[in-house]
């Protein structure tokens, strides 16, 4: 766990600075099936190869963020704020006022 | 009942290190621990810590804009993202300050007064970089004076503000929680690289407010 | 041996200061500037401990820390590397692995049992009858391992230092010094590691100094950092390289590497090759330039290069008589040695040391026999790649250096020098200066004329010198022959590895543990490949060293283990807590007093009189903007919309499986802001959660994580209103301050928030204020308190308060699957909201309805059933207990235990077990103690 994370606040700093948030998820809300909520709980894609994730700069400005990292490598090649371009709203509540 | 007076976590870690305690804005602040000369040396020549917690400090979250700041005034502005700014003022600033950003923030902002929920310690001296080699794996060199980050200081987060005065300083601002553990720990390195706690008349003297 | 050569400039010893060291009880002469190995060869010791596994007799090999044979135990550490270690006045050196000494090893007959115990033999001896690996293996495993391990305590914690810098050269010999000096000249911040205390490697023994002396002096004025005696032992993802060093850890990050790691000379392999008086040129070198030491007067050197002829030139110069073996058939006498060409080493005779070598051309039978008591083997020499392929380098074998070069290097890192196949010293040195220069340029450090430069030093890189012709392998002859010195493992050993199935260089080395040893394959890499490949019936250029993995080097656990550091946290009130004679706990990682008293005298207190806690430790988060509301509902199954501004509400917040993660209570002290606790343990785990989900959902509103901010004190007890009115003017009566109510007013002169809630069950208040005035509230109430008889309580006493109640602790009673159904808190759950965090899980878990259910029981007091006892029926388990406690005011012991639904009823007969006790218990769902909660409403 020594390789670099790009803040998009702070620039590079050592991932220990940071917490892992998880794979992005598609939060399955009110309405949905019993298959989509266990799937939603338990089951993530897990792939070997570039994957979308949180990370909060626990140790630095304390932000969430995504990143896109390649799971085998490590490698990270681009990490921003959530909202930003292309949109990400995987976990919106569905049915929220 | 007694007026209350505030006192730093670090307190009577300092008073068993033969501190001299002022009262200041009612404060108790370590003003210096037997030598204000010898601490002075330190802080020239190799390194010194000193507990700054009683500073006042001001949280601002949420859409910050120019306007709260300008209407906080002249005070050292810890600007750590867009939406995030820590405000840190001489001790009893505080109020004034958070009177002012209140009322200039609006709803999509927050001040709040967070003079409690930090200890600080400010390291200062030539040896501050061995110092930071110690206690940090983040790199003191991307940090410019007059600027602030967050990075973890033995091991616990830390708000980080560089105030160089001819000396280079680093103001460390941790969760009150930690303070005495950080206080150890940083004075442990500090000591270890030939130099010790400094009192507020000796950092003072040299320059900071 | 014994006795020093005449002085010479250069040397490394310092005649003018001698000193003794303590060498197994005798005193021993060395000078200042003396290894502990040199100061014992000049003193006559030839023999410096005894080999692993069969315990055959070792003198020096190497003299730079590549080999094991002269690990000796100093000063009470086990296993240090006597031929690099600098002597000291007065340190206590004794040599390993043998008793009663090494002089005389009773394990020495051993070495006439090898054929029992070839590679992996505890896997097959001893095996039948099956009582016999029983009785064996215990005396296997005392034999196994090298030195005694010091029962002192050892206290000296390690410094771990982090450096950062642009470029960072690994290894400190001529080629390292070349490119740290250009990168630093340069302009970028370089760092440069050497593990030796002087820099200059390979040319630390060569008898002119010309060209280490002028490129120390550039380095030192090029301004880069050189850390001397730092050992590089990984290299990890960053990058990120660590070394030992320093007195601790060095772990640095850069952002370009230069690997000048060299070189390590190779023994050759034939029958008793691991004899004392075997040694390596690179130590012949040393012993006479550096430390004027003579390691033998009749010496034998194998060579088929300029090394060996230098080496030999040396040991004339210093008086020895020397023959030189050239494996090529070409070479002729040179400079009046006496030369045997075309020729090989077939053996080696001798038993405490060497006596004779057997010398022929490569596979004759038989060769003449030349008496001696040296073998210099010179210029066989092995890259040391492992730290450079731990950056993800590729190697390739290369046919001129008869070894795997780096061929595919990532895009910030180089190699230079002997590690890269400069087999000639100016090619090192242009290798290094190129790669500084590079390293430089890249990181934006160009000075002008770089780029000249460059295109020079290019071409003067590519030189490589002559190619290596490597001894062949020796097919018969008496005597073992070694591949691998720190293992004893042989080349018959690996040969009948292979057949037997174990064919790959992988394989080979985790069934024989060649190369597992403290040389990491260091001094036996290549003999290892070559004979795995002809075993195997492959090319050596087809059979690839093992994957490298740190550490390349040994490290101490102390240094890895580092400062040892735990971050604590106390509340602002601690030193007071200490003063009263508080008995301190860990929760979590904050200390807190577990008691003052003593629990039962403290719970008494609160029930009859007044108490006080300090609770500064709980979770505190300030939620506030126009969507405040709309962030409580959906974080909490609860609704917040309708609480009034001062009131309290106590809320319990799932994730989406319906599982509870916290509880706490929420206030609404404004209309669009909110003050929020939560249980102490959680809240770091609940800022992710919560600022998590905020991230995601962008609601207008801003939470701020106040925990240290506030302290926290809970008054309690029946006369506790009393006390509040001593404190502050405001009025205190029920009707102004009601329950589950949240005023603001001042107590001791200081603003605070005071909610009535009551955790532990009595007439209470829990004082929220700003935590710098921590000593000053909680005087004023000790104080205040005092006419009253009121006392401080701590955890344990509150732990028996509110288990009297059967308030849960979440975490404590709840676990990871226990849904608000099951606790009874279905109540709070507000189904018709539109979403929250769990609606959807909950509507599948309201419908099943609960499977087992979190019910209260009594039993009697003769036995305190422990946290997780079991609740069984028909000697089946059924469910857990989950707290208990003996309870005063019940008059028995209670607690909280798991059991199935059904048995959810009051009087319910249950039966607890915990190891052999048992006892009987009745469920009981109403609180044991004021079941309908009259004392906190008064």
């Not at chain 1, 896109?68 to 976990?91: K, L, M």
């Not at chain 2, 300008?70 to 405000?87: I, N």
């Not at chain 3, 009130?573 to 301190?584: E, K, P, R, V, Y």
């Not at chain 3, 259910?853 to 946290?867: I, M, Q």
Request: contains cysteine; glycine residues 10%; aromatic residues 8%.
């Amino acid at each position: 766990m020594t390789f670099l994370i790009t803040c998009p606040n702070c620039g590079p700093r050592e991932a220990l600075e940071f917490s892992y948030g998880g794979e992005i998820t598609r939060r399955a809300g009110p309405g949905s099936s019993s298959a989509e909520l266990t799937g939603y709980l338990f089951f993530r894609e897990n792939a070997n190869g570039w994957q979308t994730e949180w990370w909060l700069h626990r140790d630095g400005c304390r932000m969430w963020f995504l990143a896109e990292r390649h799971t085998f490598t490590n490698e990270i090649r681009r990490t921003y704020p959530p909202g930003s371009e292309p949109p990400v709203d995987a976990q919106a509540p569905e049915g929220a006022a | 009942m007694i007026a209350a007076t505030r006192r730093s976590p670090i307190a009577r870690l300092s008073a068993s290190l033969g501190a001299s305690v002022e009262t200041e804005a009612g404060w108790e602040i370590a003003a210096h621990y037997g030598d204000e000369a010898a601490e002075r040396a330190l802080l020239r020549d190799l390194v010194a810590v000193a507990d700054v917690t009683p500073r006042g400090k001001i949280d601002l979250r949420g859409e910050i804009d120019g306007g709260v700041l300008t209407a906080a005034g002249e005070v050292l502005t810890a600007r750590m993202w867009d939406g995030w700014a820590l405000l840190l003022t001489e001790p009893g600033g505080e109020e004034a300050v958070l009177d002012r950003a209140d009322a200039a923030a609006g709803p999509r902002a927050m001040a709040t007064d967070v003079t409690h929920l930090f200890a600080g310690l400010a390291l200062a001296g030539p040896k501050l970089e061995d110092a930071l080699a110690r206690l940090t794996s983040w790199d003191p060199s991307t940090l410019a004076p007059g600027s602030a980050t967050g990075a973890s200081i033995g091991d616990v987060r830390a708000v980080l503000v560089r105030r160089d005065i001819g000396i280079p300083v680093l103001e460390a601002y941790v969760a009150t929680e930690f303070a005495r553990y950080a206080w150890e720990t940083v004075l442990g390195v500090v000591r270890r690289l030939g130099g010790g706690p400094a009192g507020w008349r000796a950092l003072r003297a040299e320059g900071w407010s | 041996m014994s006795g020093r050569l005449p002085a010479r400039p250069g040397e490394a010893i310092d005649r003018g200061r001698p000193l003794t060291i303590d060498f197994e009880g005798r005193r021993a002469p060395a000078f200042e500037g003396d290894t502990v190995g040199s100061a014992l060869a000049a003193a006559g010791v030839t023999i410096t401990g005894r080999s692993f596994k069969y315990h055959r007799p070792r003198g020096l090999m190497c003299m730079t820390g590549a080999c094991p044979n002269c690990l000796m135990q100093i000063d009470g550490i086990p296993n240090v590397r006597s031929c690099t270690e600098p002597v000291r006045e007065g340190m206590r050196v004794e040599r390993q692995n043998a008793w009663p000494s090494v002089d005389r090893d009773v394990h020495g007959v051993l070495d006439s049992f090898s054929f029992m115990m070839p590679p992996g033999f505890y896997y097959k001896v001893f095996q039948r009858p099956r009582w016999a690996w029983s009785k064996v293996e215990p005396i296997i495993r005392k034999q196994a391992g090298l030195g005694k391990v010091p029962r002192t305590e050892d206290h000296e914690p390690r410094e771990v230092v982090n450096l950062h810098a642009d470029v960072a050269v690994i290894g400190g010999g001529l080629a390292g010094l070349a490119a740290a000096a250009e990168a630093a000249a340069a302009g970028a911040s370089t760092v440069l590691l050497e593990q030796r205390r002087e820099a200059g490697g390979r040319a630390l023994g060569s008898a002119d100094d010309v060209d280490r002396a002028r490129l120390v002096a550039e380095a030192e004025a090029s301004g880069a950092r050189i850390l001397l005696g730092t050992a590089a032992f990984g290299v990890f993802d960053g990058p990120v390289v660590a070394a030992v060093g320093g007195g601790g850890l060095q772990r640095i990050r850069a952002r370009h590497l230069v690997f000048a790691t060299g070189a390590v000379e190779q023994p050759a392999v034939f029958p008793n090759n691991d004899l004392p008086g075997v040694m390596l040129s690179s130590a012949v070198e040393l012993l006479v330039n550096r430390f004027r030491v003579l390691p033998g007067r009749r010496a034998v050197v194998l060579t088929s290069n300029q090394d060996g002829y230098r080496a030999a030139r040396t040991l004339r110069d210093a008086g020895a008589d020397v023959f030189v073996v050239d494996l090529r058939a070409g070479a002729g006498s040179a400079d009046g040695l006496r030369v045997i060409p075309g020729s090989t080493i077939l053996s080696a005779k001798g038993r405490r040391g060497v006596t004779a070598v057997s010398v022929g051309a490569p596979g004759s039978a038989t060769g003449q026999s030349i008496p001696c008591d040296l073998v210099v083997l010179a210029g066989f020499s092995a890259p040391s790649t492992n730290l450079l392929a731990m950056t993800g380098a590729k190697l390739g074998f290369d046919d001129d250096a008869q070894a795997f070069l780096p061929v595919e290097l990532p895009p910030d890192v180089h190699a230079v020098g002997a590690v890269a196949g400069a087999r000639t010293v100016q090619g090192a040195i242009a290798q290094g200066r190129l790669a500084g220069l590079e390293a430089a340029a890249a990181v934006g450090q160009e000075p002008p004329g770089a780029a000249g430069r460059m295109e020079v030093l290019r071409a003067q890189a590519a030189e490589r010198g002559d190619p290596v012709v490597l001894p062949p392998e020796v097919a018969t002859g008496e005597g073992k022959q070694f591949a691998c010195l720190c293992m004893d493992v042989t080349s018959k050993e690996l040969k009948a590895a292979a057949a037997e199935g174990f064919d790959s260089m992988e394989l080979l080395k985790r069934y024989t543990t060649v190369s597992m040893g403290p040389c990491q394959g260091k001094a036996c890499m290549l003999s290892a490949q070559r004979l795995c490949a002809r075993a195997a019936g492959s090319s050596f250029a087809e059979t690839r060293p093992t994957t490298a993995r740190p550490p390349w080097t040994p490290v101490e656990l102390g240094a890895l283990a580092g400062w040892r550091r735990t971050p604590r946290k106390e509340t602002t009130i601690h030193d007071l807590h200490a003063d009263s004679g508080a008995t301190f706990m860990w929760a979590g990682d904050w200390r807190r007093p577990h008691h003052f008293a003593t629990p039962e005298q403290e719970v008494e207190a609160v029930r009859h009189r007044v108490g006080v806690i300090d609770v500064s430790t709980l979770g505190k988060f300030r939620v506030k903007g126009p969507e405040a509301v709309e962030l409580l509902e959906r974080l909490y199954p609860n609704r917040f919309g309708d609480l009034a501004v001062g009131r309290v509400r106590y809320g319990a917040m799932l994730n989406d499986e319906g599982v509870i993660l916290d509880d706490g209570a929420v206030c609404r002290v404004g209309d669009d802001e909110f003050f929020v606790t939560v249980t102490t343990g959680n809240t770091a785990a609940l800022e992710r959660w919560i600022t998590w989900w905020l991230a995601d959902w962008r609601l207008d509103v801003r939470v701020l994580n106040v925990t240290g901010a506030f302290a926290a004190l809970n008054l309690a007890g029946p006369d506790s209103r009393k006390v509040m009115s001593v404190l502050t003017d405001a009025d205190v009566s029920s009707e102004a301050v009601k329950y589950m109510s949240a005023s603001s007013f001042e107590v001791a002169g200081v603003p605070s928030l005071v909610l009535r809630i009551g955790f532990v069950g009595e007439l209470g208040y829990e004082i929220h204020f700003p935590s710098m005035y921590g000593e000053h509230v909680w005087r004023a109430v000790m104080e205040a308190g005092r006419p009253f008889g009121i006392v401080p309580f701590g955890l344990e006493a509150q732990r028996v308060l509110r288990l009297e109640k059967q308030h849960i602790l979440v975490g404590q009673d709840t676990d990871a699957e226990s849904d608000p159904f099951e606790v009874g808190l279905g109540w709070m759950v507000k189904a018709d909201k539109p979403d929250f965090l769990g609606r959807r899980a909950l509507e599948d878990l309201a419908e099943a309805g609960p499977k087992e259910r979190l019910v209260g029981f009594t039993c009697d007091p003769s036995w305190l059933p422990p946290e997780g006892a079991s609740v069984v029926h028909e000697g089946v388990w059924v469910g857990r207990v989950t707290s208990a406690r003996r309870s005063a005011a019940a008059r028995s012991v209670v607690g909280l235990a798991w059991v199935p639904a059904g048995w959810a009823e009051d009087d319910t007969e249950i039966e607890i077990q915990f190891g052999g006790a048992h006892a009987k218990a009745k469920v009981a769902l109403k609180p044991f103690y004021d079941p309908e909660g009259a004392r906190l409403r008064s």
